[in-house]
């Protein structure tokens, strides 16, 4: 799974660079190559995505829930953690995104 995890974390890196470079080239044919290469790193990086989403349960779960939602994406996690939202334990057991904590409670002692 790590090997998955940096491939992919390697291959939106390689977008987007290729994407930088094409936004600030003049010359309109090397704007094209950098866009083409652009778009098989988006290609190399969804084939690592799907290899992750058929190895975790997690992940796989989260995919389906957000990928091709319909509407505001804050409005469908809503909708998943019950229209709670917001600090609400997500499906890996931790704290959600919109919480400042990190779920790991106070570090000082006595707490």
Known sequence: MHRAIVSLKEEL????????RAEACSDEELRGVLVHNKNEEIEHAMMNLEWIRRHSKVFDAN?????????????VEKQQSGGEGGGQSGPSGGASSSSSSLGIGSLKAGK
Do not use: R, S
């Open 13 to 20: 890196e390689a977008v987007d660079w290729y994407q930088q």
């Open 63 to 75: 995919i389906t829930t957000y990928i091709n939602a319909k509407g505001p994406i804050l409005a």
